[in-house]
C-alpha cells in the first residue's frame, strides 16, 4: 500500500467520528509513547473518540511528556482497557506490527475481530492483517511517519504538545541523532517540530539526565565488571541477573541504552545486552553497517527488530542464554569481522 493509498483510506475512516483504540507495544519507549500521545491528540482534534493503551509501565524519564498521564496501563486498568477495547470501531497498533509484541493485550486483541490500522517503522508487517497500513523501515521512528500523517491534515493540527511527543520519539528512536537518520526529511520533520515549539534542549534533560545515582552506578558496573569483549566477532556481551539489577534497585528503564555503550569502541559491531526479568531473559542487540541483528535475533532469540537494532527473549537460565549466545556468533563471524 502506498502512502497516497494509506492518506485516502485513513481519510475515508476519519470523516465521520468513530472511537478508536490506540496501542503499542509491551516495554514502551519514547518512540512508543511519542507516536501513540501524538497520533490520539491528532484524532481527539480531528474530533474521534480515543483511548489510549500499552501493556505495562512506561519508564519513568517518559512520564513528563504532554498527555502521558492519559495512558492506559493493561496490567494495572485490564478492565478499562477492555471496555476501551470493546467499544472501539478500530485499533490503531502503533510502533510494532505483530500482535505478539502486544503484550498482555495480544490475547484481547486476537479475540476482538476488530479492524486494524498499522502505523510503523519495523521489518515484516503481514499487511494483509490492516485495513491501512503505514510501513516504512527507511525512516527514523514511528514518530516520524505520525508527523508525516499530522501534516497530511494539515499543518494548523500541530501544536506544542503534539511536536514535542513527536520529538521525543525521533530524538529517542536514533539515540539523538546518532543512527536510523537515513534522510533529510527527518531534520526537517524535527525542524518543523522546533518551529512548534519543541524544545530539544528540554526533551534531551529530560529524557536523558534523570539517572538517579543506582542506575549511573548499574552503567559502571555493567561496563567495569560484565562486559565481555569478544575481539575475534567484533562483539561484546553484557549480562545483569536479577540478583544483580536487585542489588541495584532496579526501575523499569534503569538498563536502556547499556546496550549502546559497547559500540563505542573502535572496530565493535555488535553489543549484546542480556537481562534477567521475571523469569524470563530478554536480549537487546545493538549493531553497526550492514551486520542484521533482526535476522539473528528472529532466527534464534524469538525476536527481532531493525538492521541495528532488536530484541528477543528466552525461557531459560541465564546461564543457557549466554551459552545459545556464544553457540551461534561462529555462524555469523565472518559477516561481523568484515564490517
Ligand atoms: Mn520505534
Not at 86 to 94: G, N, Q
Not at 118 to 145: K, M, Y
Request: hydrophobic share 40%; aromatic share 8%; with cysteine.
Amino acid at each position: 500500500m502506498s502512502k497516497t493509498q494509506f492518506f485516502q483510506t485513513l481519510d475515508e475512516v476519519l470523516k465521520t467520528p468513530k472511537r478508536i483504540a490506540v496501542v503499542s507495544h509491551v516495554n514502551p519507549d519514547g518512540d512508543a509513547i511519542g507516536s501513540s500521545l501524538a497520533f490520539s491528540q491528532l484524532l481527539r482534534k480531528l474530533g474521534h473518540d480515543v483511548g489510549v493503551m500499552v501493556s505495562n509501565d512506561f519508564p519513568e524519564f517518559l512520564a513528563w511528556m504532554p498527555g502521558a498521564s492519559t495512558i492506559h496501563i493493561y496490567d494495572k486498568e485490564a478492565d478499562a482497557c477492555n471496555q476501551i477495547l470493546d467499544r472501539a470501531d478500530f485499533v490503531v497498533m502503533l510502533d510494532f506490527n505483530h500482535l505478539s509484541r502486544a503484550g498482555l493485550i495480544q490475547d484481547k486483541l486476537k479475540s476482538l475481530e476488530i479492524k486494524k490500522i498499522l502505523i510503523d517503522h519495523h521489518r515484516d508487517p503481514n499487511l494483509e492483517e490492516f485495513v491501512c497500513a503505514l510501513s516504512d523501515t527507511q525512516v527514523s521512528s514511528t514518530s516520524e511517519l505520525v508527523a508525516e500523517t499530522v501534516l497530511h491534515f494539515g499543518e494548523q493540527y500541530l501544536d506544542e504538545s503534539i511536536a514535542t511527543n513527536i520529538l521525543v520519539g525521533i530524538v529517542t528512536d536514533t539515540g539523538s541523532f546518532a543512527h536510523s537518520m537515513f534522510h533529510p526529511q527527518t531534520f526537517t520533520i524535527c525542524a518543523k517540530m522546533v518551529e512548534w515549539s519543541a524544545s530539544y534542549n528540554q526533551i534531551h534533560q529530560l529524557v536523558y539526565d534523570t539517572f538517579s545515582e543506582d542506575r549511573l552506578r548499574l552503567l559502571g558496573y555493567a561496563i567495569s565488571n560484565k562486559m565481555e569483549v569478544l575481539d575475534e566477532y567484533a562483539s561484546a556481551i553484557i549480562s545483569l541477573n536479577k540478583e544483580e539489577l536487585a542489588q541495584f534497585h532496579y526501575q523499569i528503564g534503569d538498563t536502556e541504552g547499556i546496550v549502546n555503550y559497547p559500540l563505542s569502541m573502535k572496530k565493535m559491531v555488535m553489543s549484546v545486552l542480556v537481562t534477567e526479568r521475571q523469569g524470563v531473559i530478554r536480549l537487546s542487540f545493538r549493531s553497526k553497517g550492514s551486520f542484521s541483528v533482526h535476522e539473528l535475533a528472529q532466527k534464534y532469540f524469538n525476536g527481532g527488530g531493525h538492521t541495528n537494532a532488536a530484541g528477543g527473549t528466552l525461557s531459560c537460565s541465564m546461564e543457557d542464554a549466554l551459552k545459545l549466545l556464544h553457540q551461534v556468533l561462529p555462524e555469523y563471524q565472518e559477516m561481523l569481522v568484515q564490517q
